[in-house]
């Protein structure tokens, strides 16, 4: 598979990071959208940057951001952007939010996540696929390729959401005889797959496709995968752009089906 050039919005990445810290750091507060979700000052700043970055570089490809309501209402027929400004913004509401809020940029074509960054603002952490659909990552000026590890001899690690954790996610794991989990916010998921620090994140509750689209696209860039509830690959453009169950995995292979929600 070939990749899209994403090099042109790093900058407009660290960017939209950088307003999002200095929102954080001057103290934040949350108003709460219809879904009951909450937004803060540092979404909608986030928002503009990387708007106007893809505006910029890619005016012909249609963008569908979760800040933006209207583009919601779009329905392009090949390939798009998913744009989550700020992923994580419960986390991020939190003193204890240890960094797990990130900024997305999810490239879709044909129904799959075909390129992706994600920038993690807290950790100065950078990851994104190329042209030849391999993952790297920027950590404290050093680069580096990112690439899954295998199942460890003692067991695999799990992933669970921080905030959204449910009854589904523990009784598969227990299914799956694992132990070992840790839970983190946001897309940061993904990554922790994709640096070999983790090897399975199921996930049952609700998610949006920009949620996920460019984690996704990481992670697969990194030789992992995603699958939908069915078992087949996890795709993108369905309605609402509301995802259904998945299992993000590393080399790890789920014994166990997933609950079609």
Same mark, same amino acid.
């Given at each position: /598979? ?36 909450? %937004?803060?000052?540092?979404? &909608?700043? =986030?928002?503009?940057?990387? $708007? ?7 005016? +012909?490809?249609? %963008? ?7 583009? &919601?209402?779009?329905?392009?027929? !090949? ?20 960094? +797990? ?9 044909? *129904? /799959?996540?075909? *390129? ?26 050093? $680069? ?6 295998? %199942? ?11 905030? &959204? ?11 799956? +005889?694992?132990?070992?989990? %840790?839970?983190?916010? =946001? =897309?940061? #998921? ?17 998610? /949006?496709?920009? !949620? ?30 509301? +995802? ?8 790890? #292979? ?8």
């Amino acid at each position: /598979m070939r990749g899209i050039d994403l090099n042109c919005l790093m900058p407009a990445m660290r960017e939209a990071g950088a307003a999002i810290m200095q929102v954080k750091s001057a103290g934040v507060t949350a108003e709460y959208k219809s879904d009951a979700s909450p %937004v803060t000052a540092a979404d &909608h700043a =986030s928002e503009a940057i990387l $708007k106007a970055a893809l505006e910029t570089h890619f005016p +012909n490809i249609p %963008v569908i951001s979760e800040e933006h309501a209207d583009s &919601h209402l779009l329905r392009p027929s !090949d390939f798009y952007f998913l744009v989550d400004p700020l992923d994580g913004t419960r986390e991020f509401l939190r003193e204890d939010s240890n960094g +797990n809020f990130t900024v997305n940029i999810g490239f879709v074509q044909g *129904g /799959m996540a075909c *390129g992706g960054l994600i920038y993690v603002p807290a950790m100065d952490w950078l990851c994104w696929t190329d042209t030849a659909f391999k993952a790297h990552q920027e950590r404290g000026g050093q $680069k580096s390729p990112l690439i899954i590890r295998d %199942v460890p001899p003692s067991g695999a690690a799990a992933l669970a959401s921080r905030s &959204h954790r449910d009854a589904m996610t523990d009784a598969f794991l227990r299914a799956e +005889n694992i132990t070992d989990i %840790v839970s983190a916010g =946001s =897309s940061l #998921k993904f990554l922790l797959l994709a640096e070999g620090t983790a090897d399975i994140y199921p996930r049952f509750g609700p998610t /949006m496709e920009w !949620d996920t689209a460019a984690g996704e696209a990481i992670l697969r860039a990194a030789g992992g995968q995603v699958l939908a509830s069915d078992g087949t690959p996890h795709r993108y453009g369905k309605e609402g752009w509301r +995802n259904g169950p998945f299992i993000a995995c590393a080399d790890y #292979k789920p014994s166990c089906p997933l609950p079609a929600l």
